[in-house]
Every structure is written in C-alpha cells, then in structure tokens.
C-alpha cells in the first residue's frame, strides 16, 4: 500500500480507493472535508447538521466511488452529494413545518416586493473580511428556499435549469427565488431593518 | 415594473436569455431609469457573493471526523458489499442492455419457434358435479375441455360441438375450434 502524502492528486487517491483502499479515501476525506462541510453549513446553519450530513455524504461517496467517471472535478462530485443530502433534509424539516403565514409570504416575495431598490452599492469599500461577515449573517436571515437557491446560483455557479432540477420545482420558481432572495440579501446587506418599511 | 419584466432583467444579468431577449432588456435598461436601477442593485448583489462564500472549516480533528465515516462505512459494509471496483461498473453497464436484448430475444425466439409444444393456459374451472378443466393453444386457437370422472359421473354440458374426443378412462377431452 502507498503511503499517501498531502499532496497527492485526486486522481490517483481516486484510483486507489477505487480499488477498495480505505486509507486513500481518508486522503481524500482530509484534503475535501472543508469544503464538503462548509456546503452543507450553508445550507443548513447549524453546526451538528452540517457534521452529520456531512459525514453522510462520504459514506454515499464511497459506496458510490464506482460511478465516478470523472466528468466534474472529485470535489464537486462530492459537493453534490452533500447538496442532494442536505435538499432532503431541508424537504424533510419543511413537510414538518406549518405553512406559516410568514412561509408563505417569503414563497412570493412578500416583503421584497416592498422594498425599496438598495443604492449605491451598499458593500462598496468594505473590507473583504467584513463583507464576508455579513454575507454570513445575512445568509442567517433568509429563508431556506432563499438561501438554497442563492448558494446553489453564486457559489456553486448552477444555472436556472440545474437548480430546478435539485430542488425539485420549476424554472419559473427558481427565477422568482432567485430575484427575491438577492433583493433580501441587498436590504439585509445594507443594514435595513424591516421596520424602517412598517 | 411588472414582475415578468424584473425576473427578464435578472436572467439577462445572469446570461440566461437568447441574443434577441438580450438585446431588447439591454434597449429597457438604457431607456428606463427604474429597470436600471433595479439592475444595479441585482449586479451589485451578485458582485458581492461572488468570490466571497463566507469561509467555514470542520469544527473537528481530522481523527474524530474520520473515525465516525469509517464506523459507518464498516458497519455497512458488513451487510453489503464494498464499492463495485470501475471495470465492474463498465462491464455492469455493457451488459445490462445487452442481458435486455438477450431476453427479448428469447422472447421472441420462443413465439415465433413452429416446432415448439403448443403454450396452453388454463382458462376456466367452472363445472358442477364433475372435475373439469379449460386449457387454450393461443397459437392453435384451440380450446381443450378436461372433464375428469367422478364417481357419479355428470352428463356431458349441452350444446357443446366438439370437433373431436377422447377418452383415457379416467377422463375424456373436447377439442373446441
């Protein structure tokens, strides 16, 4: 067996644990668990969720390392994965969740609707750590259909037709997320609260 | 603004629309003050996420995080088999449609074979008093009539036009065309 070392390639640790070699899957584990975790704490904003789902997602990935073939890099194979994961979580939370009012509202862009467009560019000038900051709360704030849909957008770069197809809804409705989770995050950006607009 | 013109405006910002719907939002933005602020604001958004996913790392050490996906993967393993290795999935993958073909080969071997045995089904067991027993040759178009012989044994159903009989003792059998 190989001794594997930090830096050896995703091919070649693929290979091997391909191949039934546990100890290079753990390479692979060690070298994605950051980013694999990071996917699925976004999405769920809850530290144990995002460690199980996570955890989850590799024990998938190596009952089905025979499917890959490659096509997309090993890390974002295994983003999939967690997203698929943490989609089916949410879905279950939300069939338990009351069709709240508020629920409701938030489906159809109910307070956006109101809001005033945010200028000037309301991020301008700030440092990237203070931005990330508050992109972070801001994420806090919006619902999970929002913050799927914006995650699955700008940070895993999916067009309108991949992300109907995860969460599982029309094009149409991932269009009208979409518009109305960026104009919350640009209210929530610029330090807007909702009772400035009651 | 109407909202299908707003949701236009965005899918133009994220290159969702074909040159000719490109085109026209790009004539509204520059004409409409309203629709280019609201483009601005959606771009400013946009600009803002990009590159700046909020940086977040495993809350725990690389053995404690390790240890649980390898007693999940033990423990599993344990009632199935460990991942299939690559030249098995290819060949699981070349095969499957060729076991399909294979199959609806013999399909149709079997219905087209003239030197086959005749398929026969039995259609009805319907009689009263006696023991009898309907088969069909679908490819015959012949229905067999088996009555087996009670100890008082039934007369013979009316009606029927059996284009031949016969009879071993314990049974006798119609031919029906």
Known sequence: MPDWQDNSSDADLVRSAQQGDMRAFEELVAQHRDRVYARAYSMMRNEDEALDLSQDAWVKGWQRLGQFQGDSSFATWMTRIVINLCLDQLRKLKRKRADSLEAMEEESGGIERRLPVILPNPTEGLERAELRARIDRALDQLSDEHRTVLILHEFEQMEYKQIARQMQCSIGTVMSRLFYARRRMASLLAGLRREILE | ?177
């Open chain 2, 1 to 177: 603004m109407k909202h299908d013109l707003e949701l236009k405006l965005q899918a133009w910002l994220d290159a969702e629309l074909s040159a000719a719907e490109a085109e026209q939002m790009r004539r509204r933005a520059a004409s409409d003050p309203e629709a280019a602020s609201l483009l601005a604001e959606l771009q400013n958004t946009k600009s803002a996420l990009l590159q700046n996913e909020p940086a977040v790392t495993v809350p725990e050490a690389r053995p404690f995080y390790w240890s649980k996906i390898q007693r999940q993967i033990q423990r599993q393993a344990s009632v199935r088999p460990s991942p299939a290795p690559p030249w098995a999935e290819r060949l699981r993958r070349w095969l499957a449609p060729l076991a399909g073909a294979a199959a609806l080969a013999a399909v149709l071997l079997l219905a087209l074979n003239p030197f086959a045995p005749p398929v026969v089904n039995q259609v009805s067991d319907m009689a009263e008093g006696f023991q009898t027993r309907t088969f069909r040759d679908d490819s015959a178009g012949i229905n067999f009539v088996v009555f087996h012989q009670t100890p008082q044994p039934s007369d013979a159903p009316a009606g029927a036009a059996p284009a031949h009989t016969r009879n071993d003792g314990s049974s006798f059998v119609i031919e029906v065309e």
